[in-house]
C-alpha cells in the first residue's frame, strides 16, 4: 500500500524530469523573431564556430541585411559565414559591401583579405591584409570595443604579430597566412564572447541577479 500510495508521485516527477530534458534538448532551435532576434540567432550560431550551424546562421543573417544593411556588423558576419561554407565569391561580395558601410571594420578587412587569397586574387590579397593588419595593431588594444581589460593575456596581439611576419614572405607563405588570419579572428571573436559574459557576471553580481 505504501508503494501504491507513492506511485503518483513516482509519475509526477518522472513527467518533470521528461519535459525539463525535451526542454533542454530544444533549446537550440528556439526561433527568435524580429530583426534583432534574427541577427542574436544568427551570431549566436556563427559565433559557436565548429558546433554552430552555418546554415541557420546565414538564413537569420540574409534577413537581417535584407531589411537593413547597416544594422550592427550583420554585413561582415554574414560575409564571414559564406566564407566558412566555402562560398567565397559570395563572402567577397558581402564583405565589400560591409566596408562600404564602414570603411574602418578591421574585421571586414580581415576576412576580404584571406577571401581574396581563397579565390586566387594573391597579390590583392595579401595587400589588403598588410592594411587590414596594420589596422588591427592599432585598434585590438586595452579599451576595443570599450572592453578596459580587453585581451589582458595579449593572445590576440600576439596573433596579430605572427599573421605580419607570415605576411612579410608574401604569397610563397599562403597557406601559413591563410591559416594565421583566421585564427587571429577566431581568437578576437573568442576574446569578444569572454569580455560580454564577464560583464553580464559583474553587472549580475552589482544588482544581485
Not at 98 to 121: F, K, M, P
Not at 139 to 158: E, I
Request: aromatic residues 10%; positive net charge.
Amino acid at each position: 500500500m505504501k508503494q501504491m500510495k507513492n506511485f503518483p508521485k513516482l509519475i509526477s516527477l518522472s513527467c518533470l524530469l521528461f519535459a525539463a530534458t525535451q526542454f533542454a534538448g530544444c533549446m537550440h532551435s528556439i526561433p527568435r523573431f524580429g530583426m534583432g532576434g534574427q541577427y542574436e540567432e544568427g551570431r549566436d550560431q556563427f559565433l559557436r564556430g565548429r558546433g554552430g550551424n552555418m546554415d541557420i546562421a546565414v538564413t537569420a543573417l540574409e534577413s537581417v541585411v535584407t531589411q537593413d544593411p547597416t544594422y550592427k556588423d550583420s554585413l561582415t558576419l554574414l560575409g564571414r559565414a559564406y566564407y566558412r561554407k566555402a562560398r567565397y565569391r559570395d563572402a567577397y561580395a558581402v564583405l565589400e559591401r560591409a566596408l562600404a558601410v564602414r570603411s574602418d571594420d578591421e574585421i571586414a578587412w580581415l576576412a576580404l583579405g584571406i577571401t581574396e587569397l581563397r579565390l586566387g586574387q594573391n597579390e590583392k590579397g595579401i595587400q589588403t591584409l598588410k592594411g587590414a593588419i596594420t589596422l588591427a595593431s592599432k585598434v585590438l588594444v586595452y579599451g576595443y570595443r570599450d572592453y578596459p581589460q580587453w585581451d589582458s593575456k595579449g593572445t590576440v596581439r600576439s596573433s596579430v604579430r605572427r599573421t605580419a611576419f607570415y605576411l612579410v614572405k608574401g604569397v610563397d607563405d599562403k597557406q601559413n597566412i591563410i591559416k594565421s588570419t583566421e585564427t587571429l579572428l577566431s581568437q578576437i571573436d573568442d576574446e569578444n564572447n569572454y569580455q560580454r559574459n564577464d560583464h553580464v557576471r559583474q553587472s549580475n553580481a552589482i544588482y544581485g541577479n
